[in-house]
């Protein structure tokens, strides 16, 4: 919803294969070893006045959605008696704007002002949850987390763009960190307080605070000054489709940008299967009860706090390509651990270590996303992220059930693990292969 996150492309665009990502990654990644300047820590980054209003105004409104987004699972299952599929709908409904509608959001964010384009998402959305209070029909909750999430697809770009713009670069890694601790302290905190709310006072009380939560991000949004270059614009058809063409040949011209993208894509894929199917694990597997899901769901979130909390110090010496190839290893190693063990200690170490190795993900691919991707193509680059992002847990949906079915949930959990662990070689290698050419090249200069 706040965050959280496209049209059809034409058939000449580059397409995300694997094929393609790892030839990209063959050419190496240039420009992104570590950076010689001093990386900013937290409460540096919040001295930003800029960044300290973004940063609670997306406190605030991550929140907000958690509340509303439980409220409407609860009101889905509890009161209107959904299936298994009706409920599972939601998040399908939710997800398909962002796979189809972000490229083009992308086009246009890179072409509007941002400012008024995060203040127009975040009224219309406060708008779309204030219908909720009047709502209890299934298909009504579809259309407008389709509304939602189409108007999101504009938002989140555009945020992207702003945080690159009050941010200097070297604050990038500590802003991005401290938006998805937002995001993981909301995850752990607003599921308990949703679910007394809706027990005790019904749904409502989530949606209403959800709307006012938008509102009150585009207030704060509204006092900020962003500055950016306004782009040519042109309404022709063949405008934006060459504008999409210029995104996706950035992304494939540039190897770091499609590792990354190629990272969070199997990432995504990888933690998908892996969570659509851990309440079965939980239940078959660890013969435990709801209680612990929920445990094994905060720890997860929790281990995402924990290593966000490392990352601007890690950065200093460590490049973001290789930050990403270790939180990629790190989650292969926890998935592997869960599939081998079967045990609930092993599993809840597990869980801490997958958060911990997703933070390394998430944030630092946003950071070189942000410093590598030229102001006027970062709208379109960061909507392609979304995408496929998108895409990737849609697919995980339908692949994941029928694989566990056939072959079982631990296959298929090592599947996951094989799949992190081969692009995290491949990247390694590559990284490797790398640097012994460049120190061959330089003896041979010095020579």
Same mark, same amino acid.
């Given at each position: 919803m706040a965050n959280a996150e496209v049209a059809s492309i034409a058939r000449e665009q580059p397409r995300f294969t694997l094929d393609i990502m790892i030839t990209s990654i063959g050419k190496g990644f240039p420009s992104v070893m570590p950076s010689s300047t001093p990386q900013l820590s937290f409460s540096e980054a919040l001295h930003i006045r800029a960044v300290r209003r973004l940063w609670f105004a997306q406190i605030i409104s991550v929140f907000g959605d958690f509340l509303a987004v439980f409220a409407v699972f609860s009101v889905v299952t509890f009161e209107l008696h959904g299936t298994p599929v009706q409920v599972s709908l939601i998040l399908v409904a939710f997800l398909t704007p962002f796979a189809f509608v972000s490229p083009l959001a992308g086009v246009y964010v890179d072409k509007w002002n941002v400012k008024a384009t995060m203040i127009a998402?975040?009224? =219309?959305? #406060?708008?779309?949850?204030?219908?909720?209070?009047?709502?209890?029909?299934?298909?009504?909750?579809?259309? =407008?987390?389709? +509304?939602?999430?189409? %108007?999101?697809?504009?938002?989140?770009?555009?945020?992207? %763009?702003? %945080?690159? +713009?009050?941010?200097?670069?070297?604050?990038?890694?500590? @802003?991005?960190?401290?938006?998805?601790?937002? @995001?993981? +302290?909301?995850?752990?905190?607003?599921?308990?307080?949703?679910?007394?709310? %809706?027990?005790?006072?019904?749904?409502?009380?989530?949606?209403?605070?959800? /709307?006012? /939560?938008?509102?009150?991000?585009? &207030?704060?949004?509204?006092?900020?000054?962003?500055?950016?270059?306004?782009?040519?614009?042109? #309404?022709?058809?063949?405008?934006?489709?060459?504008?999409?063409?210029?995104?996706?040949?950035?992304?494939?011209?540039?190897?770091? =940008?499609?590792?990354?993208?190629?990272?969070? +894509?199997? &990432?995504?894929?990888?933690?998908?299967?892996?969570? /659509?199917?851990?309440?079965?694990?939980?239940?078959?597997?660890?013969? /435990?009860?709801?209680?612990?899901?929920?445990?094994?769901?905060?720890?997860?979130? =929790? &281990?995402?706090?924990?290593?966000?909390?490392?990352?601007?110090?890690?950065?200093? *010496?460590?490049? *973001?390509?290789?930050?990403?190839?270790?939180?990629?290893? #790190?989650? #292969?190693?926890?998935?592997?651990v869960t599939a081998l063990f079967g045990r609930v200690s092993t599993t809840a170490i597990s869980m801490l270590t997958l958060g911990f190795s997703a933070a390394f993900i998430m944030i630092a691919a946003s950071t070189l996303l942000q410093q590598e991707t030229p102001p006027d193509l970062l709208g379109r680059v960061s909507a392609s992220m979304m995408c496929i992002m998108a895409v990737a847990q849609v697919l995980a949906m339908f692949v994941a059930g029928p694989v566990a079915e056939r072959a079982g949930i631990r296959n298929l959990y090592f599947g996951s693990a094989a799949m992190l662990v081969t692009i995290a070689t491949v990247g390694l290698t590559t990284l490797r292969g790398q640097s012994g050419a460049s120190g061959q090249a330089a003896a041979t200069a010095a020579d």
């Open positions: 998402s975040d009224l =219309i959305r #406060g708008i779309l949850v204030l219908s909720l209070l009047f709502v209890r029909d299934l298909y009504a909750f579809y259309i =407008i987390f389709f +509304a939602l999430s189409t %108007v999101s697809s504009f938002f989140v770009p555009a945020q992207s %763009v702003a %945080v690159r +713009a009050l941010t200097p670069v070297e604050g990038l890694m500590a @802003v991005n960190a401290l938006m998805q601790q937002a @995001v993981q +302290a909301s995850q752990i905190i607003a599921p308990a307080i949703a679910g007394l709310l %809706v027990q005790f006072v019904g749904a409502n009380p989530c949606f209403l605070f959800d /709307s006012l /939560s938008f509102f009150f991000s585009a &207030g704060m949004v509204a006092t900020l000054a962003i500055y950016r270059a306004p782009a040519a614009s042109s #309404g022709a058809a063949r405008t934006v489709l060459a504008s999409l063409r210029e995104g996706f040949q950035f992304i494939f011209s540039h190897s770091a =940008i499609s590792f990354v993208m190629l990272s969070m +894509a199997s &990432g995504m894929f990888a933690v998908r299967c892996f969570g /659509s199917l851990l309440s079965i694990y939980v239940r078959d597997i660890l013969n /435990s009860t709801a209680d612990v899901f929920g445990y094994l769901n905060s720890l997860i979130g =929790i &281990g995402m706090i924990v290593g966000s909390q490392f990352l601007p110090r890690l950065a200093r *010496k460590i490049s *973001k390509p290789h930050l990403v190839i270790y939180g990629l290893s #790190g989650m #292969g190693f926890a998935v592997l």
